[in-house]
């Protein structure tokens, strides 16, 4: 709960900076920006998304020394984030002629700025991740959010366009960092144990140094670069094969609406994996059997509901947040809407194969969908334009939710409550027949939203799908102070 408060603040604070963006630039600027930050969130994965699911793994790992993994996984952060800047800063020009435009270059490089601070600011995000301290976590989030509200849209507005949004991501992540920092410094310190208290390998205080650390990290970074490229390929794509930059506008907007809902459930992913290293690590099955059979539950109570809504009012919801002129994005997002849905589960259930250390078999999932994704996307557009590259990337990272799930139902059998997955989806079929029949636009819309949102509660609870003593739970559990450190 607390991770989803701070990665729905960091989502809010998203939607209204590029909502102020897409007023502020024209849509051909527009694409050109949200292109550069496809690339650098690709790029920056090897540093978001290697050490700290490293940190995410040994530290709940009693039997681990906790500075010698963190100074260990600081030593590889370095190395990696020193090194991928460098050989893309380099590689700019290259990255921009294959996208067809040689002004990237500048952007590029000027996005790549941001590699120090998003370094550091990932690691002591692991950190906190994976200490399980989530209300910390949550906070630094929040800041990382709201620095790059208020500083991308002061510069923005006074005349830097592209550039000053560039340089308000690269704040945003020292936002984040300082107050990640400030709390890991509050932690209470480990013992740093002698050399000779590291004689067993499962014994208390076993060190892990550079290498193991790499062995998960490697693999790890080129499984989430593997799978964020399948998800973004279809932008990456549209930009390539579609010679109308508005097209590629309306495009990138219909991407971010479609990418709102995941950042949200994100937060299953950032505690799902802390918590069933812990369970493995304790050797409790039935522990890890019960985050899943959790985990199942409450991404089809998140997801169902979002894609009833959306796909039906598309339109009118790329007009509310950008403007008129992007009303056209609706027919993209009505389908990328589903597909961000399907990589919520992927992203999330993949955890239980880095949980298992097993971050190789995880990486071959993507990798042997990428040719596919690459190969259904030239069709696609070839055969129907750019639509035709959000239902490739529906087939793929579809395929890609169902091959995890299936692993998952066999390797740990969490028997997923079938009549309460048939209530949700009753639920939200019932809103998102509504909501195609209502159809409300402009600031209605938003209110629209509000009211789906109580009827579906309302259903859950008629449903007895939910409890008031649940929603009662809820808000005791987020005003606990102490349960960020469980």
């Known amino acids: 709960m607390y991770v989803a408060v701070g990665q729905?603040?960091?989502?809010?604070?998203?939607?209204?900076?590029?909502?102020?963006?897409?007023?502020?630039?024209?849509?051909?600027?527009?694409?050109?920006?949200?292109?550069?930050?496809?690339?650098?969130?690709?790029?920056?994965?090897?540093?978001?998304?290697g050490v700290p699911a490293a940190l995410q793994k040994f530290l709940p790992d009693a039997s681990l020394s906790d500075p010698v993994v963190r100074r260990a996984a600081a030593r590889v952060q370095a190395l990696i984030g020193g090194s991928v800047f460098l050989v893309f800063f380099l590689a700019a020009p290259l990255l921009a002629a294959m996208l067809r435009d040689p002004e990237l270059t500048g952007y590029l490089r000027l996005a790549l700025l941001d590699m120090a601070g998003m370094s550091a600011y990932a690691y002591y995000r692991g950190f906190l991740n994976g200490k399980r301290a989530f209300r910390q976590l949550a906070s630094a989030i929040a800041a990382y959010g709201l620095t790059k509200l208020l500083v991308s849209s002061v510069l923005v507005y006074a005349g830097w366009g592209i550039n000053g949004a560039l340089l308000g991501n690269v704040a945003s992540s020292l936002g984040g960092l300082a107050v990640a920092y400030l709390w890991s410094r509050r932690w209470p310190k480990s013992p740093v144990p002698a050399p000779s208290a590291s004689v067993s390998p499962g014994g208390a205080g076993r060190i892990v140094g550079e290498r193991e650390i790499l062995a998960f990290v490697l693999p790890a970074v080129g499984f989430t670069l593997a799978s964020n490229l399948l998800l973004q390929i279809d932008l990456l794509g549209v930009q390539r094969l579609?010679?109308?930059?508005?097209?590629?506008?309306?495009?990138?907007?219909?991407?971010?609406?479609?990418?709102?809902?995941?950042?949200?459930?994100?937060?299953?992913?950032f505690t799902l994996l802390p918590s069933l290293s812990h369970a493995i690590a304790a050797v409790d099955l039935?522990?890890?059997?019960?985050?899943?059979?959790?985990?199942?539950?409450?991404?089809?109570?998140?997801?169902?509901?979002?894609?009833?809504?959306?796909?039906?009012?598309?339109?009118?919801?790329?007009?509310?947040?950008?403007?008129?002129?992007?009303r056209p994005a609706g027919p993209f997002l009505s389908v990328l809407?589903?597909?961000?849905?399907?990589?919520?589960?992927?992203?999330?259930?993949?955890?239980a194969l880095l949980a298992e250390n097993r971050p190789r078999r995880a990486l071959a999932i993507p990798l042997a969908l990428l040719p596919v994704a690459a190969a259904a996307i030239w069709l696609g557009v070839a055969w129907l334009g750019a639509i035709g590259a959000a239902w490739a990337s529906l087939l793929c990272v579809g395929s890609a939710a169902v091959i995890v799930t299936?692993?998952?139902?066999?390797?740990?059998?969490?028997?997923?409550?079938?009549?309460?997955?048939?209530?949700?989806?009753?639920?939200?079929a019932v809103v998102g027949g509504v909501a195609w029949l209502w159809s409300p636009s402009g600031l209605w819309l938003a209110i629209g939203y509000v009211l789906l949102g109580s009827l579906y509660l309302a259903l859950l609870l008629a449903l007895r799908e939910l409890r008031f003593q649940d929603l009662t739970q809820i808000a005791t559990l987020l005003t606990q102070p102490r349960l960020g450190r469980r």
Not at 246 to 259: I, P, R
Not at 291 to 318: C, D, E, H, W
Not at 422 to 428: C, W, Y
């Open 406 to 428: 299936v692993h998952v139902l066999r390797r740990y059998r969490p028997v997923p409550d079938l009549s309460s997955l048939a209530r949700i989806a009753l639920a939200s």
């Open 337 to 351: 809407i589903v597909s961000y849905g399907a990589y919520s589960v992927y992203i999330t259930l993949v955890t």
């Open 242 to 269: 579609i010679p109308d930059d508005a097209q590629v506008g309306y495009y990138s907007a219909a991407v971010v609406l479609a990418d709102a809902p995941r950042l949200i459930l994100l937060a299953f992913s």
């Open 8 to 49: 729905g603040i960091f989502l809010l604070t998203s939607l209204v900076l590029y909502a102020i963006l897409a007023r502020l630039l024209e849509p051909a600027p527009y694409g050109l920006l949200r292109v550069t930050m496809t690339v650098l969130i690709w790029v920056e994965i090897t540093v978001n998304n």
């Open 286 to 326: 039935a522990q890890a059997r019960s985050y899943l059979r959790q985990v199942i539950r409450l991404l089809a109570l998140a997801i169902l509901p979002i894609v009833a809504m959306a796909a039906p009012t598309a339109g009118s919801l790329a007009a509310l947040v950008f403007g008129e002129a992007y």
